[in-house]
């Protein structure tokens, strides 16, 4: 992990530097980690190139692990953003009791470029419907919760088998 001195020093970090000095952003202990993961879980499934900044954003917020809201972000890629967007939509379908029959192809995000992202989410969001709208973010939760839950039990889980493997020797 980068040290404070390394952060305040980088002068692309400077104008961050009182935003990025909290300890609990790079500590590694289960409740930072968690709350990382669980930060970067949620901010998985926001759609297009802002889920890294969006999991930067809430884990200085939160005060969680940084680098684990960041690097547990990567679940989401082209391989698995179609099935966890169907899985979202059939999550809303469920809570709602709205089936609008879509299909997956439906469900891929259109191409995206720098310039245009902000007015072509909105509008494909929109075709989507309200079980989708409402799948999303209980997703985004759901995912977040079991990912916090995870990490403590195995966080506990090893450090117990730690205790038990000492006090056998």
């Not at 995206?112 to 079980?131: D, E, K, M, S, Y």
């Not at 117990?160 to 056998?168: F, L, N, P, S």
Request: charged share 10%.
């Amino acid at each position: 992990m980068p040290s404070h001195e390394t952060i305040r020093h980088n002068r692309w970090l400077r104008p961050l530097a009182g935003w990025l000095d909290k300890p609990n952003l790079w500590n590694i202990n289960r409740r930072s980690v968690a709350g990382g993961v669980a930060v970067g879980l949620f901010c998985g499934l926001i759609p297009g190139p802002v889920q890294m900044f969006g999991s930067a954003l809430l884990s200085i917020l939160f005060r969680v692990n940084l680098p684990a809201a960041l690097f547990s972000t990567l679940y989401t890629n082209p391989l698995t953003i179609v099935p966890l967007y169907v899985l979202a939509y059939e999550y809303g379908a469920l809570v709602t009791g709205q089936y609008l029959g879509l299909k997956a192809e439906q469900l891929a995000l259109p191409e995206l470029h720098w310039n245009n992202w902000h007015t072509v989410i909105p509008a494909w969001l929109a075709t989507l419907g309200q079980p989708f709208l409402v799948g999303l973010p209980l997703l985004a939760a759901t995912l977040a919760l079991l990912g916090y839950v995870a990490v403590r039990l195995v966080w506990r889980w090893r450090v117990i088998h730690a205790w038990q493997k000492r006090k056998w020797k």
